[in-house]
């Protein structure tokens, strides 16, 4: 049916912000609608990008890993995922939701870390093609708010804070300049949710701003 036409959404912000909730939320919203939605996440997503995600998250190989070996590993599981994953589901006429994507990279590794912003793009290019996502909900909340947020949570769960929350506060402050500099940019995919609210409130919100998105025909 042509006003079924799936489509690619992404979830981005700093940790803590509140992408996963967001995603599920927006994922229940729609299957009650009627659309078959997958749900994924990165880096992560398939075996493959789940190995990866253990390398880049908990240093399982005792090495200090290099901020390249890092950019490149983050694109391998992006390519991966959306060769083997969200393409396909696209092309079912699905949608995907996802749990970050490329502007992680971008925010992270470019703004945070201070490569490059138009080579990372070009990596980016090189790893998922035409496959970029038709909205982006960047979920907004200020950096200490969030480590706070972290913080209980790992408190209540008992686990330990990974690699990148252990970052300083000026590298999450550069990647929360970073998102907004994307924002910017590209405002028509790219949007600017305060991630502040009750979760309920911002799920409303997010379906709002995915109207035209949801009722496409093209
Ligand atoms: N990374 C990178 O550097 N480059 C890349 O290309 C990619 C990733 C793809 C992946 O971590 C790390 O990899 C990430 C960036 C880097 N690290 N950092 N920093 P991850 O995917 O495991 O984790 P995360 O994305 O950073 O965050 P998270 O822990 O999954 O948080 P979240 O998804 O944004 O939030 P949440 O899990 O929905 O909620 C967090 C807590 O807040 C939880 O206790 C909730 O109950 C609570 N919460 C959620 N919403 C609310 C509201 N509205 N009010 C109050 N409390 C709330």
């Not at 690619?8 to 009650?32: D, P």
């Not at 090495?63 to 590993?73: F, K, S, Y």
């Not at 969200?86 to 079912?92: C, D, G, K, V």
């Amino acid at each position: 049916m042509a006003d079924r036409q799936g489509q690619f959404i992404t979830f981005e912000g700093v940790e803590g912000s509140g992408k996963t909730t967001q995603a599920r939320l927006l994922v229940e919203r729609l299957q009650a609608d009627g659309r078959t939605v997958v749900q994924t996440r990165e880096p992560g997503g398939t075996a493959t990008g789940e190995y990866i995600r253990d390398i880049l998250q908990h240093g399982r190989s005792g090495e200090t890993l290099c901020a390249e070996a890092e950019l490149l590993l983050f694109s391998a599981s992006r390519a991966q995922l959306v060769t083997q994953v969200i393409r396909p589901a696209l092309q079912r006429g699905e949608w995907v939701v996802c749990d970050r994507f490329f502007d992680s990279t971008t925010a992270y590794q470019a703004y945070g870390h201070g490569f490059d912003v138009d080579k990372v793009e070009i990596i980016h290019g090189f790893a998922v093609g035409a496959t970029v996502p038709r909205r982006t909900f960047l979920l907004d909340i200020a950096v200490p708010e969030s480590l706070r947020r972290m913080q209980r949570r790992n408190a209540e769960q008992k686990t330990a804070p990974d690699r990148f929350e252990r970052e300083e506060i000026a590298f999450h402050e550069k990647v929360h300049a970073g998102y907004h500099a994307l924002a910017r940019r590209d405002p028509r995919r790219i949007r600017v949710i305060d991630a502040t609210c009750p979760a309920n409130e911002i799920a409303d919100r997010i379906w709002e701003e995915l109207e035209d998105v949801r009722t496409c025909t093209g």
